[in-house]
């Protein structure tokens, strides 16, 4: 298979350029989300070497097991599995797993579904109908735990935002969600 993210891309002229952007919209890639991925893969790119390998892929797993709780109060024991109480503590940095964006989009998205015992996706209702504050911090989770640029970001999570039909229908964390003890949401495509 032949990528044309990285160095082909970024050092094509305009007519390549348009034609690489034009592929990945005729596979059902949204415009301006594939413009942000190649434009995303130029970052690192030296144009006259072709090595340059792209994969974009967003997943997350979370589960409770894999943080480190031994240093906290029982104040943080207590609120754990308890969405509202951990929300409203003042400090839960006891809690060692490289998770504070998570938690910080649960709550302040209030999705009821930080301690669910199933994945809870946030691009679509959570992403497109919350609030600024809602809104930032997904934002923020994604660009710093599934290490892409806020402008890739954005346009992933804008992708989800085509129903406007979606924010006046209420929407609950239960809707349509596997159950299992992680949030995963994955988006790749391969060309051969």
């Given at each position: 298979?032949?990528?044309?993210?990285?160095?082909?891309?970024?050092?094509?002229?305009?007519?390549c350029q348009d034609?690489?952007?034009?592929?990945?919209?005729?596979?059902?890639?949204d415009?301006?989300?594939?413009?942000?991925?190649?434009?995303?893969?130029?970052?690192?790119?030296?144009?006259?070497s072709y090595s340059y390998s792209f994969d974009f892929d967003i997943s997350y797993s979370f589960s409770m097991d894999d943080c480190?709780?031994?240093?906290?109060?029982?104040?943080?024991?207590?609120?754990?599995?308890?969405?509202?109480?951990?929300c409203a503590l003042d400090d839960t940095s006891c809690i060692s797993c490289n998770s504070e964006e998570y938690f910080a989009a649960h709550c302040a998205c209030d999705t009821g579904a930080l301690f669910a015992s199933y994945s809870f996706d946030f691009a679509g209702a959570p992403y497109c109908c919350g609030d600024d504050t809602c809104q930032e911090s997904i934002l923020d989770m994604y660009v710093n735990l599934f290490g892409v640029s806020e402008g890739v970001a954005i346009a992933y999570l804008d992708t989800f935002c085509t129903d406007d039909a979606m924010c006046s229908k209420s929407y609950s964390h239960s809707m349509s969600m596997s159950h299992s003890y992680s949030m995963y949401h994955s988006m790749s495509h391969s060309y051969s």
């Open positions: 298979s032949f990528d044309f993210a990285g160095a082909p891309y970024c050092c094509g002229d305009d007519t034609a690489v952007l034009e592929m990945y919209v005729a596979f059902s890639v415009s301006a989300l594939a413009l942000a991925l190649l434009e995303d893969s130029c970052e690192d790119v030296i144009c006259g480190d709780t031994t240093s906290c109060s029982t104040e943080v024991y207590n609120a754990l599995g308890d969405q509202d109480a951990f």
